[in-house]
């Protein structure tokens, strides 16, 4: 997910953290009373696993019934889930909390979609590996730089053109797993999970730093995997072409005026009044909800579109179908996951889940979540207990500053799998991260065939992608 919703996050432990500093009799109150009344039972989880169901089976099976319905069934369970937890446990909070990530989640990629959308990028080069290899590689670098979603958006058009006549689900498959996720592991900017901890304290180049290893390594062998996967299914177009093709070898570009809407919108990021104490809130509940960033992003979709290069917009084939979808499936996915997420992150932070934790346990255990919860909450959860684990509070500037200093027992090298984790897993499915479902949509979009939910994952994720994160495990922290 994208870092619009971490300043909700980061405020929702505040909160909780708050209330772990409250009397000893306030406890026994609580465990006794209101605790128990707002802990989800386990069958709650029941509506998200049926959703992820049936984005996986939908398409495959009943696509005509799924096409015409997925929003009402999204919808529709989101409320189930939202409507037990206001009348059965009678809390409020939760549900407050998630419509306002989710305003800020839909508000980030939808600007970054349609601004991305007014920039046309064409590339007069024969389709080789090598061509498709660099082009990823530099999609992955530029993630860095204006966000996974931000790269993904603006480059993946372009990627579907250069390779027209052989585009097939492993070239969207593989910019998913090297542009849309493991790229943005370099800075805060890259992907949610590390501009939340930015903001709770940890150095704003502590990623580049402590990263880069494993965002080389893992990007080798996803560049060198593809290259032979490319190499010997692309060549069917090599000898489908029965006239040979001149290639001038330029590169243009149409509407660049909208990367300076794409640069209001990363620097609107950081409008936080979480952090900066001068910009506007909705106050509730002792928290602060941003908005101000939300106006600024929705204002830039609107006036990005107006002003748009028709040009470019056609090139593009732009329509608003994929940010539709997405904008759908994730009111689920945010409605329904709220008690998947609160027991795994209350588990986290009790006492035996505190005793649990190693390096390898972080990084297996923030990374499987990763893959199918929002990875931003799941880095929050698994940070906090890593630093409660050391008698450290996350909602310490001061102690999060030290522990990613390595102020602690091996803290740094904690907060190293945990961030690592969260980024390269959030290519398991889908829904992992933002982009992926929307590079999905994007690719059926121009007529690619692509796998279901669970093919995804059975065809690439489980063959290529677990091994990889199996052999960073193994080189990065393993033995360590």
Same mark, same amino acid.
């Given at each position: 997910?994208?870092?619009?919703?971490?300043?909700?996050?980061?405020?929702?432990?505040?909160?909780?953290?708050e209330?772990?500093?409250?009397?000893?009799?306030?406890?026994?109150?609580?465990?006794?009373?209101?605790?128990?009344?707002?802990?989800?039972?386990a069958?709650?989880?029941?509506?998200?696993?049926a959703?992820?169901?049936?984005?996986?089976?939908?398409?495959?099976?009943?696509?005509?019934?799924?096409?015409?319905?997925?929003?009402?069934?999204?919808?529709?369970?989101?409320?189930?889930?939202?409507?037990?937890?206001?009348?059965?446990?009678?809390?409020?909070?939760?549900?407050?909390?998630?419509?306002?990530?989710?305003?800020?989640?839909?508000?980030?990629?939808?600007?970054?979609?349609?601004?991305?959308?007014?920039?046309?990028?064409?590339?007069?080069?024969?389709?080789?590996?090598?061509?498709?290899?660099?082009l990823?590689?530099?999609?992955?670098?530029?993630?860095n730089?204006?966000g996974t979603?931000?790269?993904?958006?603006?480059?993946?058009?372009?990627?579907?053109?250069?390779?027209?006549?052989?585009?097939?689900?492993?070239?969207?498959?593989?910019?998913?797993?090297?542009?849309?996720n493991?790229g943005?592991?370099?800075?805060?900017?890259?992907?949610?999970?590390?501009?939340?901890?930015?903001?709770?304290?940890?150095?704003?180049?502590?990623?580049?730093?402590?990263?880069?290893?494993?965002?080389?390594?893992?990007?080798?062998?996803?560049?060198?995997?593809?290259?032979?996967?490319?190499?010997?299914?692309?060549?069917?177009?090599?000898?489908?072409?029965?006239?040979?093709?001149?290639?001038?070898?330029?590169?243009?570009?149409i509407?660049?005026?909208?990367?300076?809407?794409?640069?209001?919108?990363?620097?609107?990021?950081?409008?936080?009044?979480?952090?900066?104490?001068?910009v506007?809130?909705?106050?509730?509940?002792?928290?602060?909800?941003?908005?101000?960033?939300?106006?600024?992003?929705?204002?830039?979709?609107?006036?990005?579109?107006?002003?748009?290069?028709?040009?470019?917009?056609?090139?593009?084939?732009?329509?608003?179908?994929?940010?539709?979808?997405?904008?759908?499936?994730?009111?689920?996915?945010? /409605?329904?996951?709220?008690? +998947?997420? !609160? @027991?795994?992150?209350?588990?986290?932070? #009790?006492?035996?889940?505190? $005793? =649990?934790?190693?390096?390898?346990?972080?990084?297996?255990?923030?990374?499987?979540?990763?893959?199918?919860?929002?990875?931003?909450?799941?880095?929050?959860?698994?940070?906090?207990?890593?630093?409660?684990?050391?008698?450290?509070?996350?909602?310490?500037?001061?102690?999060?500053r030290?522990?990613?200093?390595? /102020?602690?027992?091996?803290? +740094?090298? !904690? @907060?190293?799998?945990?961030?690592?984790? #969260?980024?390269?897993?959030? $290519? =398991?499915?889908?829904?992992?991260?933002?982009p992926n479902?929307?590079?999905?949509?994007?690719?059926?979009?121009?007529?690619?065939?692509?796998?279901?939910?669970?093919?995804?994952?059975?065809?690439?994720?489980?063959?290529?992608?677990?091994?990889?994160?199996?052999?960073?495990?193994?080189?990065?922290?393993?033995?360590a």
């Amino acid at each position: 997910m994208e870092t619009a919703n971490s300043s909700t996050l980061i405020a929702q432990a505040d909160h909780d953290q708050e209330e772990s500093h409250d009397s000893p009799e306030m406890h026994a109150d609580a465990d006794h009373g209101e605790e128990e009344h707002h802990t989800p039972p386990a069958w709650l989880v029941i509506p998200f696993v049926a959703l992820l169901l049936m984005i996986a089976t939908g398409p495959l099976f009943y696509e005509h019934f799924w096409h015409h319905n997925y929003p009402k069934i999204a919808v529709g369970l989101a409320i189930m889930v939202v409507l037990y937890y206001l009348f059965v446990l009678g809390n409020v909070h939760a549900p407050v909390h998630a419509l306002a990530e989710y305003v800020q989640f839909i508000a980030l990629l939808a600007s970054l979609y349609i601004a991305s959308g007014g920039i046309l990028i064409e590339i007069d080069k024969k389709a080789t590996p090598m061509a498709n290899v660099t082009l990823l590689l530099i999609g992955a670098l530029i993630s860095n730089l204006i966000g996974t979603t931000g790269a993904s958006m603006l480059l993946i058009r372009p990627f579907i053109r250069l390779n027209k006549g052989n585009i097939q689900a492993y070239h969207i498959i593989f910019f998913i797993f090297m542009v849309s996720n493991v790229g943005g592991s370099l800075t805060p900017i890259g992907d949610p999970p590390l501009f939340l901890g930015f903001l709770k304290g940890i150095p704003f180049f502590w990623t580049l730093e402590h990263n880069w290893p494993a965002w080389i390594f893992a990007l080798g062998v996803l560049a060198i995997v593809f290259y032979f996967i490319d190499k010997k299914f692309g060549k069917a177009a090599d000898d489908a072409e029965l006239e040979p093709v001149t290639y001038t070898n330029k590169f243009s570009m149409i509407g660049i005026k909208n990367f300076g809407w794409l640069f209001i919108v990363i620097c609107s990021v950081f409008l936080d009044p979480n952090v900066i104490e001068w910009v506007p809130a909705i106050h509730y509940d002792g928290q602060k909800f941003s908005f101000l960033r939300e106006v600024i992003m929705l204002s830039v979709a609107f006036f990005s579109y107006k002003f748009a290069d028709q040009r470019a917009i056609k090139g593009n084939e732009f329509n608003f179908e994929p940010i539709r979808e997405v904008a759908f499936i994730f009111i689920g996915i945010f /409605g329904t996951m709220m008690p +998947a997420l !609160e @027991l795994v992150g209350n588990f986290a932070k #009790s006492p035996e889940g505190a $005793a =649990m934790i190693t390096h390898n346990t972080l990084y297996w255990g923030t990374g499987t979540l990763s893959g199918f919860l929002d990875n931003a909450p799941t880095y929050l959860n698994f940070l906090a207990a890593a630093m409660a684990s050391k008698g450290a509070s996350i909602n310490n500037i001061e102690e999060v500053r030290q522990f990613a200093a390595d /102020g602690f027992h091996d803290s +740094a090298f !904690e @907060l190293m799998a945990i961030a690592v984790a #969260s980024v390269f897993f959030g $290519a =398991m499915t889908y829904i992992g991260n933002g982009p992926n479902f929307m590079v999905k949509s994007i690719a059926e979009q121009s007529g690619i065939k692509m796998p279901s939910f669970f093919g995804y994952i059975i065809r690439f994720s489980l063959p290529i992608l677990l091994p990889l994160l199996f052999l960073v495990w193994l080189v990065f922290f393993a033995f360590a």
